[in-house]
């Protein structure tokens, strides 16, 4: 029973169909990128589930075909070490193709990507997301304690109740644009703003969704009762602060922040050039890294050597010139807890599929010559 | 003829098929090649230099059957004799139009030609820069291109105008000459003036106290000072880059910011010195002096700006210019590819024989080829779209000499001789737009990565195409033979044994890319057109082994899939970088993207023509 079960499941038919499907994501997806962008690529066709051709015809996103070929390589090498047919090369090559597709979702499912721009001389602990946005909630204009909540951006939809903490307030989401521009008109009845922002207009998104600004509109209700409007835009001078709340917090919206384990102070970026041309040679940063138990370090961050600490990674990214002439060194910063996986998973299947191809190579060379012999 | 006698006779055919020798005013330029420049980030010699512009200019690394260097010496020295060399191609008929030249359609031009209509082009180009990459139809481009190569020549044609004599710099006062001990008789060049600038000065604030009428002394000494001052302001920052002011990995300057910077520096003024000789030599045709100074000036300037490495690697680099070593390869395997293709129906011994030969003969100026390339720049073979071509064809080749030493059927001959001609054919194409030996950008500046991922990726490239083209014959000998035929076995054996050792290696070049852009970048896999492209051909590849594995295709099935893989391919390695600059935009790559389309329809109706007249055949077999 078991056997017929996972004979179906690792069948190769469903291996072939599914390979085919990835195929053709792969190609799409990337023609798709020509006039939309990377970014959204990925969220269509990639991170997705399924993808809607047209808006109405439903095709398999890249993470249901991949989860299928997950379970049809586990089943068909379950499959081979029940019945016996120990195959090794087969079987090491799907073991370690196995823990690549592992390694790819523990990576997109659990890390975390963000940035840290700093100008010569200036240090910072917290790293900032290109594309993410985030919920902040903090007390206003500074007093009382440094209690931050947050929630992301894409936890928000219209019509979903949000509980503050405290327990009195909920806030009932009305709109969420990605992309928009907040504006002054004249409305009936104008939304809380600490701009003075009446509206949001939609904006197409662009390629690069690092300068899409989104805005939310909510509405606070206070102990089941609905009280005002709100107004939020990424664009806001400072964040809004939430009228009659005994604790005096203000909610706003900022683009995702990582905590890092250190203070990163950036002591000079350095640009060299190949004599006499503009191509570039090599950036590098020279940062001190200043950890949370007092130690310092002097570290020399540049292409392809970046700095690895305490489950982080901070690659030189690239860099421009502040006003006044200071550089500004941008460091990429990446938390990734798979981030070994794949550099396994690549070893163990290479090593299967020599086994299996070189065993392959040797049975034909003995049968022909055997053959010859004969 | 008996064939016994073809051997030795194409043997000897091939070696003396070689470029026609240089002649020369002064006869030969083999200190003038080794001359080192600083150009693009890197110290290369004349030879190199001359070379690369030439080819930039008009598409050939020759002119009138003459090295490059030589053309750039008349273009440096005498650049009045220049201006009516044909040198600068044109390829789009619509540019001459626009250029209201005479409409001779597409050709190479010379300055002279070109020159009446330099203001409308600067207006066209300018015009033209400022639009989007996309935005740009292939006429304007073409115009902007022509554009910076006529800019780059006024600059050269200025580079060195201090050696040439010029009015300005007459003087016929032979009192004047000697007060400034200039020689009796002959033509001045700024350079000659220039050294007696003090006495100038110090002669004219003596007769500008005197109040007589200005005769032809004075006349002429201030036209000298007053030439001097404006010669100097007008020219600066001019190529080529061949002077070491400070050495190290300072920038190198061009002779006339040596001339208005370097008054100070003996040194330097001894190398203008030596530059001026050179000229005068050089108009003079005569041999000996040129030599002597360009020694003179050879000596000054490695011992100041280069090392001993780079030094050694300048005679390399100029050897393998002349070499040529890919173009002699290339013969051979066109040579070995038509005997190949010729023993299979006339069963000779010798043509077997002589077709191993001449590949294995092919593979000795290909590797030379690869190897002084990698000692040369210090780097792993391949660096950049260029040296892909060189090194893929080189493995396709051994790729084919294992096969052939294997079944000895001829098929791998045939295999490694096509591929290595195809392949370096191609990479003429990617070798034409400029220093194939340029420096590495920061982020792929990484020799252990360039030989890993980059290496294996075209390993496994090779391994594809190899099947691809075995895939070829299968499906050509499918016509003709039954599906239990031993031959027909044979090369599907090898065609799998192929398509595996590509998957391999493009699997593990594929994940050593991730690794590489984990370490340099952050993540693993992005999904960008590079990586995609690589992915596609690992994806076809598995699902045409297991579809073969579930016997959803047959061995014809195999074949006709290593064929369309071959598209796979070439849009992972060329197709991706058209996407990188825009679909839509033209160019230089419109030849490669009609290049590009054109394999790709080949490839298409060569399966969807063969494969199923084969299958016909077996089917036929099978019920008949």
Known sequence: MMQRILGLLGSLRITVVGLLLLLILTVWGTLYQVDFGLYRAQERFYQSWFLLIGGAIPFPGAQLVMLVLFVNMLASILLLALRGRLRWGLIITHAGLLLMLAAGAVTFYLGKEAHLSLVEGEGSNVAQSYNEWELVLLPSGGAGGHQVSTLPLRALRPGRKIPLPGGQHVLRIEEVRRHSQAVREAVEVAPVNASGFTGLQARPVNKEPAADLPGVMFTLLENGQEKDRYLLWAGDAAPTELRGDAGRRALGLRRQRLLLPAVIQLLDFRRELHPGSGIAKSYSSQVLVQSNEGSERKVLISMNKPLRLQGFTFYQSSFSSAPGGREVSTLSVVQNYGRTMPYLATGITVLGMLLHFTGMLVTRLRQRSEGRAA | ?624
């Open chain 2, 1 to 624: 003829m008996k064939m016994r006698w073809m051997l030795p006779i194409v043997l000897v055919l091939a070696l003396i098929v070689r470029p026609a020798p240089v002649r020369a005013e002064v006869d030969s330029l083999q200190v003038w090649d080794h001359l080192p420049v600083q150009n693009d980030g890197r110290v290369m010699p004349m030879d190199s230099y001359a070379r690369n512009l030439l080819l930039g200019f008009s598409g050939k690394s020759t002119f009138q059957r003459q090295p490059a260097s030589k053309w750039l010496a008349r273009l440096l020295f005498t650049p009045e004799a220049a201006r009516d060399d044909a040198i600068f191609l044109v390829d789009n008929p619509e540019v001459v139009e626009a250029l209201g030249l005479s409409a001779e359609g597409r050709g190479r031009y010379s300055f002279a030609q070109l020159e009446p209509a330099l203001h409308e082009l600067t207006r066209l180009a300018r015009a033209a820069f400022h639009l989007d990459d996309e935005a740009r139809s292939p006429v304007e481009t073409e115009l902007m291109r022509l554009y910076s190569n006529l800019s780059l020549y006024r600059q050269l044609s200025q580079g060195l105008d201090f050696t040439v004599p010029r009015p300005d710099f007459e003087v016929t006062s032979a009192d004047l000459r000697r007060d400034l001990e200039l020689p009796e008789t002959g033509a001045l060049t700024l350079l000659d003036v220039r050294r007696q600038q003090d006495r100038i000065n110090a002669l004219l604030k003596m007769t500008s106290s005197s109040t007589a009428p200005a005769d032809t002394y004075q006349q002429e000494l201030r036209r000298l000072s007053t030439a001097l001052r404006m010669w100097s302001q007008q020219r600066g920052s001019l190529p080529p880059a061949m002077i070491p002011v400070s050495g190290g990995a300072e920038p190198w300057v061009g002779p006339w910011d040596a001339l208005n910077f370097g008054a100070n520096n003996e040194a330097v003024q001894a190398d203008l010195q030596a530059l001026n000789d050179m000229a005068a030599a050089f108009r003079a045709g005569q041999q000996v002096a040129f030599d002597i100074a360009a020694r003179n000036l050879a000596s000054s300037v490695t011992k100041r700006g280069t090392d001993a490495k780079q030094v050694r690697n300048l005679k390399r680099e100029v050897q393998y210019n002349r070499a040529d070593a890919f173009y002699r390869a290339e013969l051979f395997y066109g040579l070995a590819f038509l005997m190949a293709l010729l023993s299979v129906p006339f069963r000779g011994r010798w043509l077997y024989r002589a077709a191993s030969l001449l590949v294995v003969l092919a593979l000795i100026p290909h590797s030379y080829g690869i190897l002084a390339r990698m000692v040369i720049m210090g780097r792993p073979p391949v660096t950049n779209l260029y040296t892909t071509f060189i090194f893929v064809s080189w493995v396709c080749v051994v790729i084919g000499l294992v096969v052939e030493y294997l079944q000895r059927n001829r098929m791998g001959l045939i295999t490694a001789s096509s591929m290595g001609l195809a392949l370096l054919m191609t990479s003429a194409r990617f070798g034409s737009d400029g220093d194939t030996m340029g420096v590495m950008v920061a982020v792929l500046d990484s020799n252990f990565w360039l030989a890993t991922h980059v290496v294996t990726i075209a390993i496994g490239y090779a391994g594809c195409c190899a099947a691809g083209l075995l895939g070829h014959i299968y499906l050509l000998q499918a016509l003709r033979r039954d599906p239990e035929d031993a031959a027909l076995k044979e090369t599907y054996n090898a065609t799998y044994g192929a398509l595996a050792f590509g998957l391999i290696f493009a699997f593990l070049g594929t994940m050593l890319g991730g690794i590489w852009a984990d370490q340099s970048w952050g993540r693993f896999w992005g999904w960008d057109p590079k990586e995609n492209g690589a992915l596609v051909i690992v994806l076809w590849s598995s699902i045409l082994f297991h579809a073969r594995l579930g016997r959803m295709i047959g061995p014809l099935g195999f074949a006709a899939g290593c064929v369309l893989g071959v598209i796979g391919v070439l849009l992972a390695w060329m197709g991706v970088n058209l996407l990188a600059v825009g679909l839509h935009s033209y160019g230089f790559t419109s030849g490669i993207a009609r290049g590009l389309a054109i394999a790709c329809g080949f490839e298409l109706l060569y399966v969807a023509v063969l494969a199923p007249l084969a299958r016909r055949r077996a089917q036929t077999r099978v019920t008949g």
